[in-house]
């Protein structure tokens, strides 16, 4: 019997991003070049028959140059899922989620992210305009599965897209979702991965990730 592994349910960042920049070293948040289509990128593996679909039920993405200050610390609760193009998906309340963003400078962002046991710290990209911004990133794990008495090795790639409006009580709107970019491993089958493609989309189920120091 197949064993199916449920990607979508976590966040846990593993490897960094490799990021470059022309941009002036100052103050401005500026978005890096040669970054500007990154979130693209991402959302560009999921399937044509889809793209209409997923920001009828995500939204659009804010960019632009100059993207408001993110820094600081939030909780989102409820962490609500909202929608899947995989069936079968349970659309159900999960543990809070705490953020906190720091080092804004030139399009970029250090995220901590503490989602139920996970603790990540990683690099990430901003950008937006005005109050409305966008948080992007590629994920890469790889770890071992044992199923039975046979431990396979498993790759994936992932996007991560985050969203919302900064307010002066944390963030309204807030909503990410995660995208399968690639998947594979060494168990010949046994293991049935998410396809290219698939997404997950959360929320904040009252409206806002608010400010919370944790």
């Not at 193009?85 to 906190?100: A, C, F, K, L, S």
């Not at 990540?120 to 599965?145: M, P, Q």
């Not at 998947?183 to 904040?204: C, M, T, V």
Request: glycine share 8%; aromatic share 12%; net charge negative.
């Amino acid at each position: 019997m197949k064993k199916k592994l449920f990607f979508g349910l976590c966040l846990l960042v593993a490897g960094g991003l490799a990021l470059s920049s022309c941009t002036k070293n100052d103050d401005n948040t500026m978005v890096l070049i040669g970054t500007e289509y990154y979130v693209d990128d991402i959302l560009s593996v999921i399937p044509d028959t889809l793209q209409t679909r997923f920001f009828a039920e995500f939204g659009s993405i804010p960019t632009g140059p100059v993207p408001p200050k993110i820094e600081g610390s939030y909780v989102m609760n409820p962490k609500q899922r909202v929608t899947s193009n995989v069936d079968g998906w349970p659309i159900i309340v999960e543990p809070d989620m705490y953020m906190r963003f720091s080092t804004q400078h030139n399009g970029i962002a250090v995220m901590e992210l503490n989602e139920a046991t996970d603790n990540v710290t990683d690099t990430v990209f901003v950008c937006g305009n005005g109050n409305a911004f966008t948080v992007y990133f590629i994920e890469n794990k790889n770890y071992d599965l044992e199923m039975g008495a046979a431990t396979y090795h498993v790759k994936m790639k992932r996007g991560v897209v985050m969203k919302g409006q900064m307010a002066a009580d944390g963030i309204a709107d807030f909503r990410y979702a995660t995208i399968v970019m690639n998947a594979e491993d060494d168990s010949n089958g046994l293991i049935e991965q998410y396809e290219k493609g698939s997404y997950f989309i959360y929320k904040d189920g009252n409206g806002k990730a608010s400010n919370h120091d944790w």
